[in-house]
């Protein structure tokens, strides 16, 4: 294993001391607990809060700023993060309208996540994200939480940033969440610096389909195929999962893990938007990079998001934070 690391019980600290000095004019950085906040926070909105194990960079941190999240815990490599974390964030960046926590669908984070809400002394809900459809929405622990948390941030935080109610930003987020259906192909592992070896293995003629976004094996070992043929697999379980009908508008999202070039990704890009043309999905919003990663992990994954006049708005507005901005 090779990795540009000193220690790994120091490893998220000091990577955030670096992200907190590149982006201060944007974020700051509690520590003890760990926990990273808006520079300027706005006190008359709604404060938005998600997190998750570190590893999946930019998400969650990287969306710390205006028109997103308020703030971001982020737990060890592909850890939870805990409720002190959380409960502290809260209270840092709370106003009297509420706090809404956005919360991937693992058992940890929803634990942890209902821990803190329980014992916040304010007014809170939670928006809860399960977008993979490797899955299957009667599995016993339920779908999880991958790259659709990403849109699902962005519109609720824009709406929050507008001065809407906690009532409406909750409502918004699980719009959201209903209509967003993402699964993804790994070619390769990743490995945890703690455990210095690849979570699983794969020959060269191999792909992991349906893969998570901590290392968990897919749902199906395939033998390696072509871009069309991936997309194609990906694609097909989407469209059979949100049901899309002939003139809907989606926002196409293609999302690396960490380690596949821009060149790859923009071809797995064209395909799926042909895709969902030749069905007559029209694809009037995108977003295409490497934005909830799995470390190293070489792969991708594809989110659709059902779009109306009011999503579409909402994605539209101004965003600033450290990996995602636009209109300001």
């Not at 209902?114 to 916040?120: D, G, Y």
């Not at 007014?123 to 849109?151: M, P, Q």
Request: glycine share 10%.
């Amino acid at each position: 294993m090779k990795k540009i690391i000193n220690d790994v019980d120091t490893f998220m600290d000091e990577s955030l001391r670096g992200f907190s000095k590149a982006h201060a004019d944007i974020v700051s950085v509690n520590y003890q607990p760990t926990f990273v906040f808006r520079r300027e926070c706005r006190p008359e909105k709604v404060a938005i809060i998600s997190g998750g194990g570190s590893g999946h960079e930019p998400l969650h941190t990287g969306f710390v700023g205006e028109g997103m999240l308020d703030a971001a815990c982020p737990g060890q490599i592909f850890t939870s993060p805990s409720p002190d974390q959380m409960l502290m964030a809260a209270q840092q960046v709370n106003s009297d309208k509420g706090v809404l926590f956005i919360v991937k669908n693992y058992a940890g984070d929803v634990m942890n996540f209902e821990i803190a809400s329980e014992m916040l002394d304010s007014e809170c809900e939670t928006v809860l994200v399960a977008d993979d459809v490797a899955l299957a929405k009667d599995h016993s622990t339920g779908r999880r939480g991958v790259a659709g948390t990403l849109i699902v941030e962005k519109i609720v935080g824009a709406l929050a940033e507008s001065g809407a109610s906690l009532v409406e930003c909750k409502a918004i987020g699980d719009k959201v969440a209903s209509s967003t259906a993402s699964m993804g192909v790994a070619l390769s592992s990743c490995i945890v610096p703690a455990q210095g070896v690849a979570t699983f293995e794969l020959a060269e003629d191999e792909m992991e389909v349906g893969v998570g976004i901590h290392g968990e094996r897919g749902r199906e070992l395939m033998t390696l195929s072509s871009a069309d043929e991936i997309v194609a697999l990906l694609s097909k379980a989407i469209d059979d999962d949100l049901k899309l009908t002939n003139g809907q508008q989606v926002l196409l999202h293609i999302n690396g893990f960490g380690a596949t070039p821009m060149l790859e990704l923009y071809l797995v890009y064209d395909i799926a938007e042909r895709f969902l043309a030749d069905k007559g999905v029209n694809v009037t919003r995108s977003l295409v990079g490497n934005y909830t990663t799995s470390l190293e992990m070489a792969g991708c994954s594809i989110t659709v998001t059902k779009l109306d006049d009011e999503l579409t708005h909402l994605w539209d507005a101004p965003v600033h934070t450290a990996s995602l901005r636009w209109g300001m």
